[in-house]
């Protein structure tokens, strides 16, 4: 009996051999590896084991995810993702152990493809003995056909006629079926009849099928069903409020809904809105089949029922393809079903096991970076935060973030700051991680490759705080100026002097760069001490920034809890990708949080540099220096009373004619934050002139009214409600220059004199007793201005006097300095050289109003270490009543001196002053090494 779709015509009349009424296109085999081990969940689909080799013609019309193929005789469908394509040898060694062909009743649609093979000189097990065609029955076929009426059944794929006998239909069509075959059913589409493989539709139900006459081909679509498209995280995004999804850079989203500026996606059990703009869509998978990388199967060890339509529901025995992996513990699979609508979504890591290539052995669970301790207790203040006690361990697997690491603690996963916690383990340190010259990695101790590691942490921390403080200028401050819902002195308030902070660390990190690049590309820092002394102690701008921004965070609270507009419009413009989620009140605290990091990055440098390194006293240095800043921000934060009077002085006191920009709220040259410690009425003597007078603890300053008014204390004077304004009356008066003093101890006028130099002013108080208070504190600060002094020259004199030791010697004459950066109003500066050499430090004199000074000043330096010691040369603006200005620094390794100059006598050499955009430093140097002539 002949099957109904193989008919042979008459044999030709000359021929006498039979021939096909039609020729299918030829395609060539294509041979597979499985990687997992496959086993059929009906009839229609095909079993294999790990290793077995299975033929697919690619040519087939098949769903996405699906491939038709063959092994040992047997046919079905399989998933793309559990094989790949097999190298020649592996279809060689499939061949040659094949068993003979069956003869198959029905011929698949392989069998084109499969004569290709033959043609070609290739065995296979399926290879037939004729090449027949397929067609619909004909009266002649003595076979009993199967009419099922009006049965209608939808097309779960688009299929392609290989003959004219064929229906052509595509995917979700629906098709009235009129007869079944074992694996072949005809149908009719659109007044067109034909035969297809009933593997490419599912029938629809009786109330599906009368539904569907009449209806689209979409109209079947699920009215629930929800599309979803995979995006990646190009930023991390942290929001507080509790309709935002929180995710850090490279996490993937799974999005249901674009609208707009703001999307809704979903990630594990969180769903929210987020800035469309923080991610990007999921690149190509590179888990194909024409790609090297192979897909990740796991099986459901434990169900887990879904509690949103972004998550599977997973039970036991399930396979998954995994499309993406987040830290969180969520990942991202599809469900390994054909014939049914494609199910992708979330599920939890935990309750599966990733198949391996050849074994059911599980992956481990991705393994944290390092292991922390609390060192204080935490009270989680948002959802994506996590809880903990002092003293607990947490597992961390992300610290890109400076400030806010992600870690683990019992199963529970969060944020937690960084500055609550510790390292506990010495595997956290960034100690390889600066270097990419292995070679010159390998020479170093371990304990300098820990060293060079915290320098690097510091480096990098210090560039992305830098990038912190320009993105809160370029995003928040100008739209907010621009938009004209604050007005200035608001402004002010809140961002208070951001721009000067901005220029601090610059100026810092520029020095840090510009020593990193001295040493050379990724080779160890020798110094780096001597620059954190020196730029530490010009971080005024942090005292009255710190002491100020609580009156600004409660002013920019106000606005956002009274003004929805307002608020909405900060949440806008912080959608802007580098605010990483942040909002601006996180911005604002960033200076503070800083300032506190600097004592531990250094004490973490410190003890890693052994007792005899030549950084090992500047580095001392440069922890005393930030330890003092942070004493001097957390005073000026609790001295709340005397940073708003500073601040009030500075806004109604014109200090102008001064030579130099006097800011009041700020470090003064040498005594550190500037404090207010008196103030009052007093008159002069002989023109009875009236004076307000203003003594701080390093310059008394005599001021007038512009238009005379009265007040009954030093409280009414700084109140808010007073608007008087007052002009300088003489230059500030310092007081490590002055003379105070009684005129007559007996006489009962409240009168005193105080010589300034070539200059007497004599005052007059409303009583006695304000005489007294003023001239017993003008005494005081006097007396600690010049043991301050003092103490620094000592301090010098001892670093210079140590006793000649180590290998050599440095003799150093600065010559002169061409064309400074002006630093006066008048366009010039009063210049002063410093040249250290680790704690060896030697100052020129000040010479005024010039920007080429000829110092010919002449210093000797003792050689320790000729690949550690470093010769530093900075030039200083003299400056009164702020730290004296930065005019640029060259620096110079002895050891290049010593490459160069050895030998050759005394060297003139034309120095580049960086950090600066101009200026230059002209040296004569002579090294003299001890046992070298």
Request: negative net charge; hydrophobic residues 35%.
């Amino acid at each position: 009996m002949k099957h109904p779709f193989v008919d042979f015509e008459e044999e030709a009349a000359e021929g006498g051999q039979p021939r096909a009424t039609h020729h299918r296109k030829s395609a060539a085999l294509t041979s597979f590896k499985a990687l997992y081990p496959f086993t059929a969940r009906n009839n229609e689909e095909l079993n294999f084991n790990s290793e077995d080799i299975i033929e697919v013609d690619e040519t087939t019309e098949r769903e996405e995810g699906w491939l038709f193929g063959s092994r040992q005789g047997k046919m079905g469908w399989f998933p793309e993702s559990y094989v790949e394509r097999a190298s020649p040898s592996d279809a060689a060694n499939s061949v040659a152990a094949a068993a003979p062909a069956p003869k198959l009743a029905l011929q698949s649609q392989l069998s084109n493809a499969l004569e290709a093979v033959k043609a070609a000189g290739t065995k296979s097990a399926f290879t037939p003995t004729h090449s027949p065609t397929l067609r619909p029955l004909t009266h002649k076929d003595s076979v009993i056909l199967l009419v099922v009426g009006n049965l209608l059944a939808q097309a779960l794929c688009s299929w392609t006629a290989k003959t004219e006998s064929h229906l052509n239909f595509n995917k979700d069509d629906v098709i009235q079926v009129l007869e079944q075959q074992e694996n072949w059913w005809l149908g009719e589409l659109n007044s067109e009849r034909g035969w297809f493989p009933k593997s490419y539709v599912t029938l629809l139900g009786e109330e599906e099928s009368s539904d569907m006459k009449g209806s689209p081909p979409d109209a079947s679509e699920s009215s629930d069903s929800l599309h979803l498209d995979e995006y990646t995280a190009l930023y991390t995004y942290e929001s507080p409020e509790p309709g935002d999804l929180t995710f850090r850079e490279g996490d993937l989203i799974l999005v249901s809904k674009r609208d707009g500026e703001w999307w809704h996606g979903s990630i594990g059990g969180s769903s929210g809105v987020f800035p469309s703009n923080y991610v990007k869509p999921k690149e190509a998978d590179t888990s194909s089949l024409s790609a090297k990388k192979k897909p990740e199967i796991a099986q459901v060890m434990k169900a887990h029922p879904s509690t949103g339509p972004e998550q599977l529901n997973l039970e036991n025995g399930q396979l998954i393809l995994i499309l993406g992996k987040n830290n969180s513990g969520w990942w991202l699979g599809e469900l390994q079903a054909r014939g049914k609508k494609r199910q992708k979504g979330w599920f939890p890591s935990s309750n599966v096991k990733v198949l391996g290539s050849s074994s059911g052995k599980s992956t481990p669970a991705p393994q944290p970076v390092c292991q922390v301790i609390a060192i204080y207790d935490y009270i989680a203040a948002n959802g994506d935060e996590m809880s903990f006690s002092k003293g607990q361990l947490i597992n961390v697997f992300d610290k890109n973030n400076p400030d806010w690491w992600r870690g683990e603690i019992n199963g529970v996963s969060g944020l937690f700051p960084i500055n609550y916690v510790k390292m506990t383990t010495t595997e956290c340190d960034p100690s390889s991680t600066w270097c990419a010259d292995l070679n010159s990695l390998d020479t170093l101790s371990s304990q300098e490759k820990k060293r060079q590691g915290y320098i690097h942490e510091l480096i990098q921390t210090e560039e992305r705080y830098v990038e912190d403080l320009q993105i809160v200028m370029e995003v928040f401050q100008k739209p907010m100026l621009e938009s004209g819902r604050l007005n200035e002195a608001e402004m002010a308030m809140i961002f208070v002097n951001w721009k000067e902070l901005l220029a601090c660390n610059t100026k810092l990190l520029k020095a840090l760069r510009v020593r990193k690049k001295t040493g050379g590309d990724n080779m160890p820092v020798q110094m780096i001490g001597d620059i954190l002394a020196a730029e530490l102690s010009h971080m005024q701008p942090y005292i009255r920034f710190c002491s100020c921004q609580i009156n600004g965070a409660t002013l920019l609270q106000t606005r956002i809890d009274s003004e929805p507009n307002f608020k909405d419009f900060l949440k806008k413009i912080a959608t802007d990708y580098r605010c990483k989620g942040m909002p601006l009140s996180s911005f604002l605290l960033k200076p503070m949080q800083r300032i506190t990091r600097y004592p531990l990055h250094i004490k973490n440098i410190l003890e890693s540099t052994t007792e005899c390194h030549s950084d090992r006293g500047p580095l001392k240095e440069a922890l005393e220096r930030a330890e003092e800043l942070c004493q001097q921000v957390n005073e000026g934060v609790r001295e709340k009373e005397n940073s708003d009077r500073l601040e009030w002085i500075q806004n109604h006191v014109q200090c102008d004619g001064t030579a130099e920009n006097l800011v009041f709220n700020s470090l003064t040259n040498c005594l550190g934050p500037r404090k207010l410690l008196h103030s009052g009425k007093m008159n002069k003597v002989k023109s009875n002139k009236e004076l307000w007078a203003f003594l701080f603890n390093d310059f008394l300053l005599l001021t007038h009214a512009a238009k005379q008014f009265t007040s009954s204390g030093p409280d009414k004077l700084f109140s808010n409600k007073n608007n008087v304004q007052l002009k300088m009356y003489k230059p500030p008066v310092l007081l490590n220059e002055v003379l105070v003093k009684l005129p007559d101890p007996s006489s009962d006028e409240p009168t005193f004199h105080i010589s300034h130099i070539d200059k007497v002013y004599i005052l007059r108080t409303d009583n006695i007793n304000e005489r007294t208070a003023w001239v017993q504190k003008i005494k005081a600060a006097s007396e600690e201005f010049f043991e301050t002094e003092k103490k620094k020259r000592e301090k010098a004199y001892q670093a210079r006097s140590v006793k000649a030791s180590g290998i050599g010697r440095l003799l150093v004459t600065i010559l002169e300095a061409t064309e400074l950066k002006p630093a006066k109003p008048n366009g010039k500066s009063n210049p002063y050289c410093e040249v250290t050499m680790g704690a060896q430090i030697f100052t020129s004199r000040t010479l005024n109003d010039t920007l080429n000074p000829k110092w010919n000043f002449n210093c000797q330096f003792h050689i320790k270490d000729l690949y550690q010691d470093v010769l530093c040369i900075t030039i200083f603006e003299r400056d009164q009543f702020s730290p004296d200005d930065f005019l640029g620094r060259t620096e110079v390794p002895v050891a290049t001196i010593k490459k160069e100059l050895e030998n050759k006598g005394p060297v003139t050499r034309r120095l580049l002053l960086h950090e600066v955009p101009t200026g230059e430093v002209w040296v004569r140097l002579d090294l003299q090494l001890y046992g070298h002539k």
